[in-house]
């Protein structure tokens, strides 16, 4: 099989392109990604050598190159996105551009070649926000964004199930909880609040530190995912949780204890505008229908994700410095 995989250089696509190719090593894998701030050739260096794979410095924007490297494709897996919150609140642009239009391009490039077997990423922030006491997420639930991040996801949800049913393209969608684990890049929480304390600095808490997420391990995600490449009902949507839902807090606590750190680095900051009170998800189609359920328990794969920040400084330190974007401006400017 031959792949085009966007978004493959950030943090859950990296680690897509590594599952896949360690378990389908006969597959070719083409990465195209447009390396914004969030993407990094360093996540890729095991697998940038391998015959079967190919990187492709591009925008999912851009239509000729995008339909240029579809011909010849089995399957494209769109991981590529803006995707972090406090960022489409500062400025929402590159969130419309990438997230939207950037997936109506491919969208269009796969119906315009055959009709491409299409599977789109996206997550648990386009239901909304629940209440303490709602029932989790799932595949009925009605969308209700609330971040531009949120809003934008949902609008391409929205046109890859319009693609399939207008023009019958043969797509899949997986909505997925928040993830953890080796390469997520450092404006997220958990590997912030890692590296934060590793270096001896305070770990910011958002508002009250009482908003719920429901955490899974990367490889969990991507393992699902393939289940529902390989055995997916095409026109289905799919929702992936890991059954860990913890408050903020909650996490803080547990990432401090296994660094030994005191809770005096706690600092409570001011609150995201808008803040989602809690997400959480009801996976029990996609394990009643592919068999799929998470493996990985929160607590040993959070000791996970600590030691590899722990032996990985030299990656994360080339982010807080800048110097990871030197390593392919060498190499593709
Ligand atoms: P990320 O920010 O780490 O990586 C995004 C990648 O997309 C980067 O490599 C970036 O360079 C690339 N990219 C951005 N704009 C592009 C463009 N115009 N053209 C080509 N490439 C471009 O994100 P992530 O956390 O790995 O998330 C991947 C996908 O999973 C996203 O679609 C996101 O919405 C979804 N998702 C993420 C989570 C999570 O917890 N991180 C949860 C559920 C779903
Ligand atoms: P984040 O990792 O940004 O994921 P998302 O907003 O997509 O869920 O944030 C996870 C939670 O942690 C969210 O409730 C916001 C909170 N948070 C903090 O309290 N402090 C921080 O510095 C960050 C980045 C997030």
Known sequence: MKILVTGGSGFIGSNFIRYWMKKYSGDKIINLDALTYAGNLENLKEVENNPNYKFIKGDICDIKLVNDLVKGVDLIVHFAAESHVDRSIADSEDFIKTNIEGTRVLLDAAKNNGGIRFHHISTDEVFGSLGLADPAFNEKTPYDPRSPYSASKAAADHLVRAYFHTHKLPITISN????????????????LFITNLIEGKKVPVYGDGKNIRDWIFVDDHNAGVDAIIQKGTIGETYCLGGGNELTNIEITKKIIELMGASEEVIEYVKD????????????SKIKNE???????????GLAKTVDWYKNNSDWWQKIKSGEYKKYYEKQYE
């Open 272 to 283: 995201r505008k808008g803040h989602d009170l809690r997400y959480a998800m009801d996976y």
């Open 176 to 191: 997925c909880s928040n993830n953890y684990g080796p390469y997520q890049f450092l404006e997220k929480l958990i590997p």
């Open 290 to 300: 592919l068999g799929w359920k998470p493996k990985i328990n929160f607590n040993e």
